[in-house]
Each structure stands twice: as structure tokens, then as C-alpha cells.
């Protein structure tokens, strides 16, 4: 990754600027790299599985049989995601915001207060 180059004694004010518009160049082109989507691989595992790389940030692995039965329901896993899609998150979008608990009122306050206050009476 590449650092923020600091001013040097005998360097004048353009050569330092061409090397932080040179580092800024280098830290774009490695950005870029990283959000580009990552190349979909397989590899056998040591417990002999077929590993996935490439579609999250752990491998996807299951053995040979489960995958033929993955592709198996793939018509019926598309149809449901077709059927769902408008429900479906999809990536770079916002999170809906948390459900705030309802505030309770004053006289809710009060209320169980006094109950709080009864059973501790009556113990």
C-alpha cells in the first residue's frame, strides 16, 4: 500500500508536489484493484471439498455431491430470487434504519413505578 511521501530538505515545493500527485495516482489505482470484483476460483481442499474463492471474503466449500445437488436446484433457486427481488438486499445498498422501541409516556412512567413500588411493599 502506498504511504503519504513526506517533504524532503532539498526537495522544492513542485518536485513535492509531483510526488504526492504521483502517490495519490498509485493509492487510486490500487482502490480501484481492490473494489473490482474478484475472480471466481475453485481448489480442492485438504479434507478433498471443492473450495470456492472469489464470491466473499471466506470460500464457499462443500464436497462434490452437495454441489451436484446445488446445481441441481439452481432453476428453482433463480425463480426464487426472480420472485423475491424486490425484497432481496443487493450489494452497495443502505441498510435500513434500526426500529426504535416506542418512548414511554409520562403516566406509563408513573405507572409502573407505583407497581414497582407495590410489590415492594408486599415482599
Known amino acids: 500500500m502506498a504511504t503519504i511521501p513526506v ?3 532539498n526537495e522544492t ?3 513535492y508536489i ?4 504521483a502517490a495519490m495516482a498509485q493509492m ?3 482502490l480501484e484493484q481492490k473494489s473490482k ?3 471466481i476460483t ?3 481442499s485438504e479434507k478433498g471439498a471443492v473450495s470456492v ?3 466473499q471474503r471466506m470460500p464457499v466449500t462443500l464436497y462434490a455431491e452437495q454441489w451436484t445437488r446445488l446445481k441441481a436446484f439452481m432453476p428453482t433457486l433463480e ?7 424486490s425484497k432481496l438486499a443487493k450489494k452497495g445498498d443502505k441498510k435500513p434504519d434500526a426500529v426504535q422501541a416506542p418512548t414511554p409516556s409520562a403516566d406509563q412512567l408513573a405507572a409502573a413505578l407505583k407497581m414497582l413500588q407495590g410489590q415492594q411493599a408486599n415482599a
Request: aromatic residues 6%; contains cysteine.
Open 79 to 85: 425463480a426464487f430470487i426472480e420472485a423475491n427481488d
Open 13 to 15: 515545493e513542485k518536485q
Open 7 to 9: 517533504r524532503l530538505q
Open 28 to 30: 487510486q489505482t490500487e
Open 18 to 21: 509531483q510526488r504526492l500527485t
Open 37 to 39: 470484483p474478484a475472480t
Open 42 to 44: 475453485c481448489k480442492v
Open 53 to 55: 474463492y472469489g464470491l
